[in-house]
């Protein structure tokens, strides 16, 4: 079932210092880094390409995914990773 590209987060084994929402989402989504640096969080398609790149400060930062087409995606923050579901 599609929700014209909305988009769920779950969350991987990975230690949590980040958290992404909501969930699901349509046009941005909302990061918030618990570290106390700037890091740079990226998305990979399933094939492990990257296909977007930002960088984010410590606190809360908004992501602009409107771009990317139905799939399922890896967000990479820092050495952290979280599943992203684009439907």
Not at 8 to 37: M, T
């Amino acid at each position: 079932e599609s929700n014209g590209g909305s988009m769920s987060v779950f969350d991987s084994h990975a230690p949590q210092s980040f958290d992404v929402w909501p969930n699901p989402a349509d046009d941005e989504l909302w990061i918030r880094n618990e570290s106390s640096s700037r890091e740079e969080l990226q998305i990979l398609n399933i094939q492990g390409n990257t296909v977007k790149k930002q960088w984010v400060n410590s606190g809360k930062s908004k992501l602009e995914i409107d771009q990317l087409p139905s799939g399922t995606y890896i967000l990479k923050l820092a050495c952290k990773t979280s599943k992203l579901i684009v439907r």
